[in-house]
Nanobody
């Protein structure tokens, strides 16, 4: 059974930083791309970032230069380092297992962790 558990969300002031983590189990983590997606209040899901099975990364324009995605294939964990946070980054953040070793499409996502950026 695929299981994805996010952690690290919370309340942070504008300009601050936060690090999200995702613990994965139930599949061969190193074989698959992993994504972060988010959902702001009252809006649909927005793709944020991807890291392929070989470590290449991609970002949405809205977070490029501020967020960094990483993975640890030994520990089966995914991370998202977020800096220079803005109020518009407020959302529930989900990690999502890719359908293959590359690309943005995914087939499972976790329960999410809330990030609130507010003064």
């Amino acid at each position: 059974e695929v299981r994805l558990v996010e952690s690290g969300g919370g309340l942070v002031q504008p300009g601050g930083s936060l690090r999200l983590s995702c613990a994965a189990s139930g599949f061969t983590f190193s074989n698959y791309a992993m994504n972060w997606v988010r959902q702001a209040p009252g809006k649909g899901l927005e793709w944020v970032s991807v890291i392929t099975n070989d470590g290449s990364s991609g970002y949405a324009d809205s977070v490029k230069g501020r967020f960094t995605i990483s993975r640890d294939n030994m520990k089966n964990t995914l991370a998202l380092q977020m800096s220079s946070l803005k109020p518009e980054d407020t959302a529930v953040y989900y990690c999502a297992k890719g359908r293959r070793g590359y690309g943005r499409t995914y087939d499972y996502r976790g329960q999410g962790t809330q990030v609130t950026v507010s003064s």
